[in-house]
DNA sequence: GACATCACG
DNA sequence: GACGTACGTGATGTCC
């Protein structure tokens, strides 16, 4: 059915940005009532659509329809100058959650929602407008921006939707005192302070016009300046050539721009009354859903009143915890009942009990719901039946339990609809449980991310925790359930009721938790860290703990009888050399056979009263004596096995064949993921024999491992943050940082750098990003403090920036008790104003988590949008090292994965954040993980 | 379960 | 002037 675009076709374009500011501004600053996310902009954004839909525009009905969005804040604009519309104000905190859904307000509407990376939305308007015109249809651009009316005339109209007034040629020439062909050059002399278009200075408009038409164009004019009478504008003229013919290019809209659609993508669609329905009721738009449901003839939908935040606070404190209440759910009737509550509801607090913590390998035994503080019930699965002691029946399901598939069938649809919230704590671990069985549950909200997103830095996010502090109630302790040691039991073996006064609550705590804390999240300005870096993540590691990382056993167990041998070895000279025999593991027992009965100097160690053996002081003990040499050998070797392995054998899950590590979304306080069960972040690459337990991380057959790494990606962000104009320079010239680093401090030519040199330099480096003392430098340089200090003081005269940076970071530590990343993660420092000892550390942390925490940022960015970026590639996302992602990817498809990545991370920042130094990636491919790296 | 040690960024 | 310090993690083995 779909026409051509051409002669009788008549496009419309709504500017979308437009649109969203105007209505932002001109209406209150609106919350939906059930959770409190701001939606003034987007009811605005809905009810400018709806009133030009119904042609309340005086405007030729469209046959093609778009709705152009800006998508990224750097476009070819900022190449040529880097002061473009730098003078911007950043977007408002409680307008920057509503952009996405604007986008999803445009798709409710069935209209066409076009936005391309890199480039301002003029530029799709003025290519398709061009495009347009030249199959000989008509243009209507619905928009007031005066950078569009160059692109008038030709059948080419602008539309101020707001005073219905339509814009032709001699509207054009009304705003600029010429027609559309020549505003660009008007501009360009005129500049534009809105978008920071420098012009020339002292030439306004009106000139400009006058200029522009006495002299034909801006060319002319320009090699004709000297002709011009008045002796100051033609200086201006002369002198500023080259700033003018800049803005000239700044200005002028890029007709020509490479689009992933055409026009007849745009033809007008009707709308789908449901899914639009679905959207303003999601939004809660009570009249305007009612008023649009009329115009399209169909039922409005019937959208629950649900109680005010403060309300909802102040029940969920009144509701008493009541184990009695909660239901236990045995049959599907009883379970239909509670998804007719979910969907009336639209949300649900799910909870998930399982044999173990282990989500690749534990069973699911029971689910848990609630849809209302103190409602909640507990839907036992696979309970089995009987005391453990009966040997015969513990095997046996218990009586009264729906079948698991049952359950599960009813469920689904309901966890996976999107217009049904699924609540949870920690919902990355159900979320897995779920997936194991076939049911993707989406959308989410998770309470512990809402916490650490909050208070991050000032306790941990555990639901007791959290159940403790904010609704001062006690949960049931799983412990007395499952017993501890040899004994303990798996949940499974728990008594029904038992278990559903303990799964319940669980489920009835989220709940409370959640309703707790939506509303705050925006009041603690944390509503886009959420949305950005925390509940998108849950999918993307979820996804890459299930398919886990390939690891070859045969390796890892050759390797671990060769180390066991070499130990052997090791511990029997080291054994002679002692003169006796003792466990060479134990840090006490050696400490008395070094310093006791050999007599070695080398002090002892305060609290618990033994001696420090650490690698530190055996190194220097090993200049002069045998046998701390051989311990530190062993040490190694033992550590390799000991954790490395014989360890990872064990995570090889024995169904795939891989290892599945967890990630740990709240593990770091400064926003880093953490690596548990077994940690892959941790995997040894600094010697030699370390790196070769790489080896035993493998491709399968036909791929290849990738490694992707920012470069240096902690120094540039301080380079970025304290402003350091040497620093940002040496990146920019793509320096040797440590090298030039060095040559700065100690003036050394980089071509008379030593190796000594530029390791001291490197160490100094490293230091400032941790919170540099002279204590510490001269420890790790092993030089004396003194000496470290003038190192220190050196570095501070050469980089002032970094001092400053020091400074101002505890004093707003001090001040509001947090810390915080570009993108705005807020690190608590609840320790900053301590006395004594603590301060130290405390302040050390405070220098250091915006810089790391803002690293973590980025490379978190990269990872939320790598799946669209490598969709349709044979490659997987596997692993996360900090700075460093590993993929598996099929053998032809690597130089392809390794662009596309690429792109991600290097503009992971962009666009909430413009840094002045731009961020690299190298990237390596093997075999395996070493070869890769 | 605390502590020491050591693997990583 | 004295504190005692590099930042962030997790796993293992010893010893109580």
Redesign the pocket.
């Known amino acids: 059915m779909t026409t051509t675009f051409g002669k009788g076709c008549h496009l419309h374009l709504i500017d979308g940005s437009a649109f969203i500011f105007r209505a932002y501004h001109a209406l209150p600053p609106l919350t939906r009532k059930s959770d409190g996310l701001p939606i003034g902009a987007v009811s605005g954004f809905c009810n400018m659509l709806q009133r030009y839909v119904d042609g309340d525009h005086g405007a030729d009905a469209p046959t093609h329809l778009a709705v152009i969005f800006d998508k990224g804040s750097h476009t070819f604009r900022n190449d040529l100058y880097d002061q473009y519309k730098a003078n911007r104000e950043a977007m408002p905190e409680d307008l920057r959650p509503q952009i996405p859904l604007t986008r999803q307000a445009t798709e409710a509407f069935n209209i066409a929602c076009k936005e391309i990376e890199g480039y301002e939305a003029d530029d799709i308007i003025a290519t398709l407008a061009c495009q347009a015109r030249d199959a000989g249809g008509r243009v209507t651009i619905v928009s007031s921006d005066k950078d569009l009316m160059q692109l008038v005339g030709d059948g080419v109209e602008m539309l101020d939707a707001m005073k219905n007034r339509r814009i032709d040629r001699d509207g054009v020439f009304e705003k600029f005192g010429v027609f559309p062909e020549r505003v660009v050059d008007v501009q360009a002399l005129a500049g534009d302070s809105v978008d920071n278009v420098p012009g020339a200075p002292g030439i306004g408009i009106k000139t400009a016009a006058l200029l522009i038409n006495e002299f034909g164009d801006l060319e002319t004019l320009l090699d004709r300046a000297d002709e011009i009478k008045q002796p100051k504008r033609r200086q201006t003229l002369i002198d500023m050539r080259d700033q003018i013919e800049l803005s000239k290019r700044l200005v002028a809209l890029d007709t020509a721009m490479p689009l992933d659609f055409t026009l007849d993508d745009l033809e007008i669609r009707d709308v789908v009354p449901e899914r639009l329905m679905a959207f303003l009721a999601e939004m809660e738009f009570r009249t305007l859903s009612k008023r649009i449901a009329d115009r399209l003839g169909v039922e409005a939908p019937v959208i629950p009143d649900t109680p005010a935040p403060e309300q909802a606070q102040e029940q969920a404190e009144d509701v008493p915890f009541d184990a009695s209440k909660y239901e236990c759910v045995r049959d599907g009737q009883a379970l239909q009942a509670w998804i007719d509550r979910i969907r009336e509801r639209g949300w649900v607090a799910v909870d998930t009990e399982t044999t173990g913590l282990n989500e690749m390998i534990a069973d699911l035994v029971g689910i848990s719901l609630c849809v209302e503080p103190g409602e909640a019930c507990y839907i036992p699965l696979t309970h089995r039946q009987g005391a453990s002691d009966d040997l015969f029946g513990s095997d046996a399901l218990a009586e009264g339990q729906m079948p698991l598939d049952e359950a599960l069938t009813l469920l689904k649809p309901v966890l996976e609809d999107p217009s049904i919230l699924k609540i949870g704590q920690n919902m990355k671990y159900d979320a897995k449980i779920f997936a194991r069985h076939g049911v993707a549950v989406a959308p989410i909200d998770d309470t512990m991310l809402m916490s650490y997103a909050m208070h991050g830095g000032e306790h941990g996010h555990g639901m007791d925790t959290l159940s403790e502090r904010y609704l001062g109630h006690t949960p049931i302790p799983i412990k007395p359930l499952l017993g501890s040691g040899k004994s303990a039991i798996t949940f499974d073996k728990v008594a029904i009721d038992e278990a559903t006064a303990y799964a319940a609550e669980d489920a009835d705590v989220t709940l409370r938790l959640w309703q707790l804390f939506k509303p705050q999240l925006h009041r603690a300005r944390v509503t886009t860290v959420y949305e950005t870096l925390e509940r998108p993540l849950v999918p993307v590691l979820a996804e890459m703990e299930m398919h886990g990382v390939k690891v070859d056993r045969d390796v890892l167990s050759r390797m671990s009888n060769a180390f066991a041998q070499k130990m052997a070895g090791l511990e029997a000279e080291i054994h002679e050399l002692a003169g006796e025999n003792f466990?060479v593991?134990?840090?006490?027992?050696l400490?008395e056979i070094l310093f006791d009965k050999m007599g070695l100097e080398g002090g002892k160690?305060?609290?618990?009263g033994?001696?420090?053996?650490?690698?530190?002081?055996?190194e220097d003990l090993a200049t002069e004596h045998e046998l701390p040499r051989r311990v530190?050998d062993w040490?190694?070797l033992?550590?390799?096995k000991?954790?490395y392995t014989?360890?990872l054998q064990?995570h090889i899950n024995p169904d795939t064949g891989r290892v599945h590590t967890s990630y740990?979304i709240t593990?770091?306080?400064?926003g880093?993921l953490?690596?548990?069960?077994?940690?892959l972040?941790?995997?040894?690459?600094?010697?030699e024999e370390?790196?070769r337990i790489r080896e035993a991380f493998i491709a399968e057959p036909g791929n290849v491992l990738v490694s992707l790494?920012y470069s240096q990606i902690e120094l540039r962000i301080l380079a970025h943050i304290a402003d350091i104009a040497a620093l940002k320079q040496a990146f920019s010239d793509g320096l040797d940082i440590h090298a030039m680093t060095a040559s700065e401090m100690f003036d050394v030519p980089l071509d008379e750098m030593t190796p000594e040199i530029r390791r001291q330099a490197k160490?100094?480096n490293?230091?400032v990003?941790?919170?540099?003392?002279?204590?510490?430098?001269a420890?790790?340089?092993r030089i004396p403090?003194a000496e470290a200090q003038g190192f220190i003081d050196r570095y501070f005269e050469r980089f002032p920036g970094i001092r400053r940076y020091m400074d101002d970071t505890i004093a707003f530590a001090k001040e509001h008790g947090h810390v915080q990343t570009l993108f705005g993660r807020k690190i608590h420092t609840p320790e900053i104003n301590a006395k004594?000892?603590h301060?130290?550390?405390a302040k050390?942390?405070a220098?250091?988590?915006p810089i790391?925490g803002t690293a973590a940022d980025v490379i978190r960015r990269a990872m939320v949008r790598m799946p669209k970026a490598i969709e349709g590639l044979p490659a997987r996302m596997l692993l996360q090292?900090?700075?460093?992602l590993l993929f598996e990817v099929a053998e032809y498809a690597v130089d392809d994965t390794i662009a596309a990545a690429r792109e991600v991370m290097e503009g992971a920042a962009d666009p909430a954040v413009k840094l002045d130094v731009k961020l690299t990636v190298d990237a390596g491919q093997g075999a395996n993980w070493a070869e890769a790296?």
């Open positions: 466990n593991g134990s840090p006490a027992q400490g160690k305060g609290k618990t033994k001696y420090s053996t650490g690698a530190d002081v055996l530190l040490r190694q033992s550590k390799l000991s954790t014989d360890a064990t740990a593990g770091a306080n400064t880093r953490a690596s548990t069960d077994p940690n972040q941790n995997i040894p690459v600094r010697t370390g790196r790494d160490a100094i490293f230091g990003i941790y919170g540099i003392s002279g204590f510490g430098l420890r790790n340089l403090r004594g000892p301060a130290g550390f050390r942390a220098i250091n988590a790391q090292v900090h700075d460093e790296h």
